[in-house]
């Protein structure tokens, strides 16, 4: 009974040390800043704009819109 605590108690941490990583291994976190979110790969890469959060497809959306508008008045 005790092996099996054990085991589940190692497991439980190693599960829990395991961060994001990318399609090469390398760890990152995401960041929200001003309803955008933001890649945080380290000292090494710094941040980077995801371009797919809900406020920038909202606002890209509009501008679309107004493009489409500007494009039929010509």
Same mark, same amino acid.
């Given at each position: ?34 309803? $955008? ?9 710094? !941040?980077?704009? *995801?371009?797919?959060? +809900?406020? $920038? ?9 107004? !493009?489409?508008? *500007?494009?039929?008045? +010509?």
């Amino acid at each position: 009974m005790k092996k099996i605590i054990l085991l589940a108690l190692t497991a439980l941490i190693m599960v829990g040390c395991l961060s994001k990583r990318d399609s090469n291994g390398v760890p990152y976190d995401v960041h929200v800043i001003d309803s $955008c979110e933001y890649i945080d790969g380290g000292h090494a890469y710094g !941040l980077g704009h *995801k371009g797919n959060c +809900k406020f $920038c497809k909202e606002r890209r959306q509009k501008e679309l819109e107004e !493009l489409v508008i *500007k494009l039929k008045d +010509k």
